[in-house]
């Protein structure tokens, strides 16, 4: 089965900048598309973005277009989240995961995403 492991977490101050990484291993990994996810302490974890197998489809949350930006590198099999104006609120578990076969109807439907990482810790203080 496909495996995950996100990092490039941490703490940021309001207004800075995080890359997060999710390196894939696994049969045909460069196949799936991608998804980023958060989810802090007490609150329901939201889709942020996800990127289809080929790289060339993207999709983000109202409340993050235009500052973060994901993209994937299918030589490294890995995925990258760059977060950009980084807000407090903000501060949350990310996580990558897999989807089997997105389109813009579904790629924040996390019921379809299949496998998931761990997450990392991501902080961003006032």
């Known amino acids: 089965q496909v495996q995950l492991v996100e990092s490039g977490g941490g703490l940021v101050q309001a207004g800075g900048s995080l890359r997060l990484s999710c390196a894939a291993s696994g049969p045909m990994v460069s196949t799936h598309a991608m998804g980023w996810f958060r989810q802090a302490p007490g609150k329901e974890r939201e889709c942020v973005a996800a990127i289809n197998w080929s790289g060339g489809s993207a999709y983000y949350a109202d409340s993050v277009k235009g500052r973060f930006t994901i993209s994937r590198d299918n030589a490294k099999n890995t995925v990258y989240l760059q977060m950009n104006s980084l807000k407090p609120e903000e501060t949350a578990v990310y996580y990558c995961?897999?989807?089997?076969?997105?389109?813009?109807?579904?790629?924040?439907?996390?019921?379809?995403?299949?496998?998931w990482g761990q997450g990392t810790q991501v902080t961003v203080s006032s």
């Open positions: 995961a897999t989807h089997p076969v997105m389109w813009a109807s579904n790629w924040n439907d996390q019921t379809q995403y299949n496998y």
